[in-house]
């Protein structure tokens, strides 16, 4: 499966941007799929996950963004999205999404081995 992101851009604080994250070559309900950040100089962190893939649906937030951030999955689009509100500056990064054949538990879903495919990214400034 490939993935492209797309839906960055540049936002004011507390503002809100949605990302997509579309896959080509496989369809998006047999993988659990995850969406991930890095700022400069920091390390990728896990932001949110879902199960599908024959899963249950579950949802997994990290504290950093849980309530204002979501996550779904749109299966007529294909695509897996972040809806993202309140954005602060902290929120600056790069924004990826993972997609894995495994399920996801509570201690693995915001670890980047676990997922075998990633897309290029898209940029999120919030000033």
């Known amino acids: 499966v490939q993935l492209v992101e797309s839906g960055g851009g540049s936002v004011q604080a507390g503002g809100s941007l949605r990302l997509s994250c579309v896959a080509s070559g496989d369809t998006v309900g047999r993988y659990s799929m995850g969406w991930f950040r890095q700022a400069p100089g920091k390390e990728r962190e896990g932001l949110a996950a879902?199960?599908?893939?024959?899963?249950?649906?579950?949802?997994y937030y990290a504290d950093s963004v849980k309530g204002r951030f979501t996550i779904s999955q749109d299966n007529a689009k294909n695509s897996l999205v972040l809806q993202m509100n309140s954005l602060q500056p902290d929120d600056t990064a790069m924004y990826y999404c993972?997609?894995?054949?495994?399920?996801?538990?509570?201690?693995?879903?915001?670890?980047?081995?676990?997922?075998?495919?990633w897309g290029q990214g898209t940029q999120v400034t919030v000033s």
């Open positions: 993972a997609a894995t054949t495994t399920y996801l538990y509570i201690g693995t879903w915001s670890t980047e081995s676990q997922y075998q495919y």
């Open positions: 879902i199960n599908s893939g024959g899963g249950d649906g579950r949802t």
